[in-house]
């Protein structure tokens, strides 16, 4: 994978960069929303691209289950089958592995789980999880890891990093000896394990590097462990990481989150808050989060946030908002999606200028000091 740093910030290790591939060229820091059935929920391509988002998620285990992947090779790939014209990564099904306790079995050799669509018995290995991807034809395909919470002790978090390293070895072997099969370039990262504690991380960051994956992940976090391990293990992670991979942070998060991993020197996140949060009533605004369906905005007839030119915002009021929410209507869903996938979008887009400015510290204090104001809407 080709990736160019084109700007770095002169105080952190913040950069701004641009990675390419068959379906388009990638500039970084980006947020990748999340569709993990094929389809970001309530939103459609359209709605995707006007937002300017510039890749999507897909996620191996789900679309393993439904609708499969001799549908998706019928259909020519992934791309064709949803419409979707730009890049996409797809995770290996690692995390929903660590969230199904009850339903798998984890061994040297991969993972057995049961459906929790039907009850139904799967069996994913490293190299299942390449072939798998390589049908679905994403951009960016992940390696087979194990993910455990966070805290663990450290004899089971070294013996899942181990794994997660034996699986990659596995992963890349066979995605260097297959093909992609819709005549393009697929990349493959590895992912980074090792939990909270810092000697496993290097340890395992060291070994994947060998393996020379096109990009790295940063996974393992986001699992329960406090805001200053998380940027801690980050900081850790991207001294090693090498500075011409794309480095991804894996299922984080919040906009404060995401603005201090990119001050760390991370490229790429992807999370479920922006779409779950919407679904949920509550969507982001410069000052902060706020809670669509509360009583206070009933007669509040201001959009979530006046600066924003989002299409919800540019057409609807926070009282119409609450109201659809209170009576269970779907746009409700949707208009707060589309607001919180420009607000994160836009977010990453300013932390990019800043950085190519050369400003980024003072650019994130002045967002920190409007978000964590006590002068909210």
Not at 83 to 103: A, E, H
Not at 208 to 213: H, S
Not at 272 to 295: E, Q
Not at 338 to 351: G, P
């Amino acid at each position: 994978m080709k990736f160019e740093i084109i700007a770095r910030d002169g105080q952190t290790v913040a950069r701004a960069g641009r990675f390419h591939t068959a379906h388009g060229t990638v500039e970084t820091p980006i947020f990748i929303p999340v569709g993990s059935i094929g389809t970001v929920k309530t939103l459609s391509p359209k709605d995707l691209h006007e937002n300017k988002v510039q890749i999507i998620l897909g996620n191996t285990y789900h679309l393993y289950l439904k609708p499969g992947v001799k549908i998706l090779f019928k259909a020519g790939g992934l791309h064709r089958f949803i419409n979707w014209s730009k890049p996409i990564l797809t995770d290996s099904g690692g995390f929903q592995v660590y969230s199904l306790m009850d339903l798998r079995k984890v061994t040297d050799e991969g993972v057995r789980f049961k459906s929790h669509w039907d009850g139904s018995e799967h069996f994913f290995t490293p190299e299942k999880v390449v072939d798998i991807q390589r049908r679905i034809g994403s951009d960016i395909i992940m390696v087979l890891d194990y993910c455990i919470a966070n805290p663990s002790k450290k004899k089971e978090t070294k013996e899942a990093a181990q794994l997660t390293l034996g699986w990659a070895e596995r992963s890349r072997e066979h995605f260097l000896k297959t093909n992609n099969l819709y005549g393009y370039s697929q990349f493959q990262f590895g992912i980074v394990q090792g939990g909270v504690y810092p000697d496993l991380r290097k340890e395992n960051i060291n070994a994947l590097m060998d393996l020379n994956f096109d990009g790295y992940a940063i996974g393992g976090l986001a699992v329960g462990e406090s805001g200053q391990i998380k940027n801690e293990i980050t900081e850790i992670s991207t001294h090693i990481l090498p500075e011409e991979k794309v480095r991804y942070l894996m299922g984080v998060g919040t906009p404060i989150d995401i603005i201090d991993a990119i001050e760390r020197g991370v490229d790429m996140f992807d999370c479920v808050i922006p779409t779950r949060n919407a679904r949920n009533g509550t969507v982001f605004s410069r000052f902060g989060k706020v809670v669509i369906r509360n009583a206070q905005y009933k007669a509040d007839f201001k959009p979530i946030d006046e600066a924003c030119k989002c299409y919800t915002c540019r057409n609807f009021s926070r009282a119409y908002l609450r109201h659809l929410f209170n009576v269970n209507e779907v746009l409700g869903l949707r208009l707060a999606t589309l607001h919180n996938i420009h607000f994160y979008l836009k977010l990453v887009r300013n932390a990019r200028a800043a950085i190519i400015k050369d400003n980024f510290i003072k650019w994130k204090s002045q967002f920190l000091d409007l978000y964590n104001s006590d002068d909210k809407l």
